[in-house]
């Protein structure tokens, strides 16, 4: 199974090392989506936004779990992209990211101001100001969370 050379154990070319999946993982991660992450996902970002709605459960959970996704995420990316062209253009790769979060994101601030409105909640300005230019953590760091979606 594995012979010696040098001060090194080296597989023998007859042997297979693989894992029993690594053929399907090796094709699921050269394909440009990942489906069996997006409910993971959606469970992280559902624990965040029923957090800052008042809910009492773990909201740094779901920012962690966010965090490794996330992670994950972007590495595959930016490999998948030195792969094919033998250098992570960061730019490209940042223009990329702008073009796919700020409209979802400016999309989910349009709708929870609609919603507090609505539903005549106290709506603290200066905190979705924070928000809409990404300044919510010095915002909080300075002012405390007063835990209002934002």
């Known amino acids: 199974m594995f012979r010696a050379t040098g001060l090194t154990m080296q597989p023998s070319p007859s042997t297979d ?3 029993p999946h690594y053929d399907r993982l090796k094709q699921s991660l050269s ?3 990942l489906p069996a992450l997006d409910g993971l996902r959606a469970v992280a970002v559902s ?4 957090y800052h ?3 009492m459960i773990p909201g740094g959970l ?6 490794v996704l996330s992670g994950f995420l972007i590495t595959w990316l930016m490999l998948k992209e030195a792969d094919r062209f033998g250098a992570v253009s960061l ?3 940042y223009i990329r990211r702008s073009l796919r979060i700020f409209p979802a994101f400016y999309v ?3 709708l929870g101001l609609s919603a507090l409105l609505f539903f005549h909640k106290h709506i603290v300005w200066p905190q979705v100001l924070a928000a809409l230019t990404y300044w919510s953590n010095y ?3 300075t002012h405390g969370d007063p835990n209002t979606l934002f």
Not at 47 to 50: H, N, T
Not at 62 to 67: M, R, S
């Open 31 to 33: 394909g440009s989506h």
């Open 17 to 19: 090392l693989r894992l």
């Open 139 to 141: 915002f909080q760091a």
């Open 62 to 67: 779901g920012v962690l779990i966010f965090f």
């Open 53 to 55: 709605s008042g809910w």
């Open 47 to 50: 624990l965040v936004i029923l």
């Open 108 to 110: 989910f601030v349009a």
């Open 91 to 93: 730019k490209q790769f």
